[in-house]
């Protein structure tokens, strides 16, 4: 599987130099298949200038957990009624061509969340899968899950919701725990590959990840800490 999704990530004019970044890593590895999607009009006109590809659909992501991620599911959403999508973080930098992840026999292939959020899928099943990375394939139970989320007209938090609505459908003996440490997990007519920590590393630059998607606030000047972490091509 290398071309036939779409990668996607988000971008205000605040992150533009970071959206510079994460392309550049892609361009080492010849990845043209991805989008960003600009949220504001002078994003939208910088990454044009520059070449990028983007399109423009207007919209805010708030910086802090619990809300204010809805738009970003609602588009990813709307991407994936039309050919399946590998969401990744402008901050989540490709060390390595991370398309070797992928396989053809999974519905959802994503990044472990060694933060613990959010506690009730931790308390669940022990661990949780992060947003800032992660494949959604485009079929019937993959936009069932998008659509039964999206039901409540209340602003949200997209990893909350996506971890909470897996972990209510799947039971313990629903998790199987691979030699390499990946979990595959089965629920409501949809199997779920839970990656290594190791392959899309939520830390510091690592030579054996393919992904490295360091833990920082935020708010942070996520362009002094990519730096700082020696994640910058720039």
């Known amino acids: 599987m290398k071309s036939d999704f779409l990668i996607v990530s988000f971008c205000s004019f605040d992150l533009v130099n970071i ?28 990454l044009i200038q520059q070449k990028v590809n983007t399109k ?23 991407l994936l009624k039309n ?6 973080d402008l901050d989540a930098v490709w060390l ?41 394939k485009s079929n019937v139970e993959v936009l069932k899950m998008c659509s039964d989320i999206l039901i409540t007209d209340s602003d ?11 972990s209510s459908k799947v039971k313990e003996s629903d998790i199987y ?8 997990l089965k629920a409501d007519g949809m199997s779920i590959r839970v990656l290594r920590d190791l392959d899309v590393y939520r830390g510091d630059y690592d030579e054996s990840s393919y992904v490295c998607h360091p833990l920082m606030k935020k708010k942070a000047n996520k362009e002094v800490q990519l730096k700082k972490r020696k994640l910058w091509k720039l």
């Open 19 to 46: 959206a510079m970044n994460w392309v550049a890593f892609l361009k080492d590895h010849k990845i043209e298949n991805y989008l960003i999607v600009s949220m504001d009009q002078e994003t939208f006109d910088f």
């Open 56 to 78: 423009f659909i207007a919209g805010k992501i708030l910086k802090r957990s619990g809300t204010g991620w809805r738009f970003r599911f609602e588009t990813m959403y709307e």
């Open 83 to 88: 050919q399946s999508i590998l969401h990744c």
């Open 96 to 136: 390595k061509d991370a398309r070797e992840l992928l396989d053809d026999d999974n519905d959802i292939i994503v990044s472990m969340d060694t933060g613990g959020w959010p506690p009730l899928t931790y308390e669940r099943i022990g661990f949780t899968m992060c947003m800032g990375w992660v494949f959604l």
């Open 156 to 166: 949200f938090d997209d990893q909350q919701e996506f971890n909470d609505y897996i």
């Open 177 to 184: 725990i691979k030699s390499n440490n990946e979990k595959i």
